[in-house]
């Protein structure tokens, strides 16, 4: 009998036993998405360190091998994730230009635009920013990522949108405050998509508006004299 040439841990894509491969009836590229979906839901879920490549297949129903075949390695699963999210991010932003906007400001676009990439990649996002360890492309398609962002708060700045402050601080003050919902949103909670942007639009845009002409950075109450305030304090 003629020895089967299929290497070791690849899907049949032929036979009976397909059907009931989740992976046989899928593109190559597909195939590497679900295993990569998967692996972020368990890495969101366990931390990197408290998944095995065991859970991640056996979670799909595969083997470890099959895992291995379209992934090397956990740590290029690890890479693959943290790529991905920085792709959405990036194509949402990419994108504003594309379709009219509802907002006012570019400001406001952009953020409604990183939330919603947010929200519609949670697990992605959740992976980003926890303390894993990544790689020096990675950190450099994070920087670009920031960079991206703050030409545009400069842009807003210079036209008067936003309140004159050091772009820099202000990026990474709104990426770090909106990728935050990551880590905490479920949806099925009770707030929706659209409600949670809602909030987080409020507190940016109403945060960054510029101060009337009468009123100075350095006349505003400070935040001790609000926890000094016999209302507040009670």
Not at 21 to 39: D, Q
Request: glycine share 6%.
């Amino acid at each position: 009998m003629k020895a089967s040439r299929r290497k070791v841990g690849r899907p049949r894509t032929k036979g009976p036993e397909t059907a009931s491969n989740p992976l046989g009836a899928r593109t190559l590229e597909e195939r590497r998405a679900l295993i990569l979906e998967t692996a972020a839901s368990r890495f969101e879920a366990k931390g990197y360190a408290g998944t095995s490549v065991d859970e991640i297949a056996r979670e799909l129903g595969i083997t470890k091998a099959a895992v291995y075949h379209y992934w090397g390695s956990k740590e290029e699963l690890l890479e693959g994730i943290q790529d991905r999210a920085l792709a959405l991010l990036r194509e949402k932003l990419d994108h504003l230009d594309d379709e009219d906007s509802p907002y006012e400001t570019r400001l406001e676009a952009t953020v409604a635009a990183y939330i919603d990439a947010v929200l519609e990649n949670k697990s992605f996002v959740s992976v980003l920013l926890r303390d894993f360890v990544s790689s020096e492309r990675t950190r450099e398609r994070q920087r670009a990522f920031r960079q991206q962002c703050r030409e545009m708060l400069e842009k807003e700045i210079a036209a008067g949108n936003v309140r004159d402050s050091d772009p820099e601080v202000l990026t990474l003050a709104i990426v770090g405050l909106c990728s935050t919902i990551a880590n905490w949103y479920e949806p099925a909670g009770r707030l929706s998509p659209e409600e949670v942007k809602k909030v987080y639009l409020g507190l940016i845009m109403h945060g960054l508006l510029p101060l009337p002409e009468n009123i100075s950075e350095s006349s505003r109450p400070s935040a001790r004299s609000y926890q000094q305030s016999p209302r507040l304090s009670k």
